[in-house]
């Protein structure tokens, strides 16, 4: 009979120790699982619907002449004048090392322009990149082409204009295309062209003012991107909008520490749970070790059995405990979330890493009473018989 089997009948005939240490690592097992599981699923969502807050950095020319304030950027009053940046060279962005983490850059051009006796400040912008930059904007019409322009509510209100009339800006009529719904920012009182159309009306073709960058979150490296695209682009200053780029990272943190320190407690019961019943398995078995060792059982075959033991009842929980831990995820979300796109996928390597805690903490907790069962005296184990 091989050692394999000795521990496989041992467990068989000790059922209920079997079963109750089963029972605690599968619990211990199952609820790391649906921790991690539920806060990458949560972490996942939230990233996503941080996506949608717009630029998280921005690229603007080295000067110090600004006063007029635009989204942290500070421009001059009634006119300016300032270094532009060549909108040629915002293409040095794209081969940064971590330009798989930029999900739009878009490049804007300001200026103020004399509309109805007030002056208005005008941004020239990407209009296919305004969802990601500016996905808070809800348009009352259309975005605007070539002749058209885009208003902020207080802009048309103090200007006095609607949807489809005209105004003169210098030599060019631009018609009201839209209305962009009241924002609670700084765009409500801006008028919006397009890039090349602000560009024309400022005599500045080729150049652009400053530029915003919305960087996918997940993982990316803030402070990274900003020293790459400022070696990139050496004539001009960038910088993250700590706010929001703070306030996303220290939410995740938040969570994983949260995660990971309710699993570490979590898995020191299991395996406490797994040492005081491996011990008391040992008590009850001294007679049938002192047999194994009379008969010519050495130290470590005994230890063997031990850890074999373990090492099945702790596997089996590894694999029990991860799909249960993933069914208490789904059923949280269930739960805990509001939004039903929620999904937890299939994780290889933490139903690995499941597998792997599991069968480290029984044994590492079955290495006491193991070498306790080694160290047992034969000849006072068959006095007892």
């Known amino acids: 009979m091989t050692l394999k089997e000795i521990s496989i009948r041992n467990l068989i005939r000790r059922k ?17 699982v649906a921790i991690i599981s539920f806060v990458e699923a949560m972490t996942s969502d939230i990233n996503h619907k941080l996506e949608k807050y717009g630029a998280n950095i921005l690229i603007v020319p080295k000067t110090e002449n600004l006063t007029l304030s635009y989204g942290g950027l500070s421009l001059g009053g009634v006119s300016f004048e300032m270094e532009e940046i060549q909108e040629t060279e915002l293409t040095r962005v794209e081969a940064i090392k971590n330009a798989r983490n930029i999900a739009a850059l878009g490049p804007l051009v300001l200026g103020v322009i004399q509309v109805n006796g007030h002056r208005v400040l005008m941004a020239g912008v990407n209009f296919k990149v305004s969802g990601i930059l500016k996905p808070w904007w809800r348009v009352q019409g259309e975005l605007p082409d070539e002749n058209g322009v885009l208003l902020g509510t207080e802009a048309a209100r103090i200007l006095n204009l ?24 700084q765009d409500d009182q801006l008028a919006f062209a397009r890039l090349a159309t602000a560009q024309a009306l400022f005599n500045k073709n080729g150049r652009v003012s400053m530029a915003e960058v919305a960087a996918l979150c997940k993982d990316c490296p803030i402070e990274e991107m900003v020293r790459q695209i400022s070696e990139a682009l050496p004539g001009a200053k960038v910088m993250a909008i700590q706010q929001v780029v703070k306030g996303r990272m220290e939410a995740l943190a938040q969570f994983k520490k949260f ?25 009850e078995r001294t007679d049938e070790i002192g ?17 074999l033991e373990a090492g099945i009842v702790s596997g089996l929980a590894g694999f029990i405990g991860y799909f249960l831990g993933l069914g208490v995820a789904k059923v949280a979300i269930e739960f805990f979330s509001e939004s039903h ?5 299939f994780d290889i390597q ?11 903490v029984g044994l590492l907790s079955s290495a006491y009473p193991a070498l306790m069962a080694a160290r047992l005296d034969p000849n006072e184990a068959l006095r007892a018989l």
Do not use: D
Not at 291 to 307: E, L, Q, T
Not at 341 to 345: E, L, Q, T
Not at 350 to 360: D, F, T
């Open 16 to 32: 209920g120790k079997a079963a109750f240490v089963l029972t605690g690592l599968v619990i211990g097992v199952t609820t790391v």
């Open 162 to 185: 609607k949807r489809g009339e005209a105004l003169a800006v210098g030599e060019k009529t631009l018609r009201v295309t839209g209305i962009i719904e009241p924002t609670g920012s």
């Open 259 to 283: 995660s990971f320190g309710i699993s570490g407690v979590i898995m020191l019961i299991g395996s406490l749970v797994v040492l005081v019943t491996m011990m008391g398995s040992v008590r």
């Open 291 to 307: 047999i194994f060792r009379a008969i010519g059982f050495r130290r470590g075959h005994v230890m063997k059995i031990i850890f």
């Open 341 to 345: 796109s929620i999904s937890v996928p």
């Open 350 to 360: 933490l139903a690995a890493a499941s597998l792997g805690v599991a069968l480290l």
